[in-house]
Nanobody, 123 residues
């Protein structure tokens, strides 16, 4: 199974952009639906975006639609999240996750998780 490592987080100001990456090691990256989630302090883990096996199959949470763009490069075994027009409420630890069976917004249906990368947006 794949092992996931996120990178690209940091401290930015409101309105700035960041690009997160999720590098997958191990076989079969293209066999997984890949999700992005985030968790703010004291809150439950929240769905951000999911990319399916079929090119172009992407679904976003309403809170990020139009500002965030998720993509995957199966040749590089990497998942991306381009985040534009960042807001203080986007502050959270961002996780990538892999599901062999489900194109879903439900965190419990993902089998493999990265360790997370912190994104902090100041006002």
């Amino acid at each position: 199974q794949v092992h996931l490592v996120e990178s690209g987080g940091g401290l930015v100001q409101a309105g700035d952009s960041l690009r997160l990456s999720c590098a997958a090691s191990g076989p079969g990256f293209s066999d997984y639906a890949m999700g992005w989630f985030r968790q703010a302090p004291g809150k439950e883990r929240e769905f951000v975006a999911v990319l399916g096996w079929i090119p172009g199959s992407i679904y976003y949470a309403d809170s990020v639609k139009g500002r965030f763009t998720a993509s995957r490069d199966n040749a590089k075994n990497t998942l991306y999240l381009q985040m534009n027009s960042l807001k203080p409420e986007d502050t959270a630890v961002y996780y990538c996750a892999a599901s062999m069976t489900s194109f879903t917004t439900y965190a419990r249906l993902y089998d493999i998780w990265g360790q997370g990368t912190q994104v902090t947006v100041s006002s």
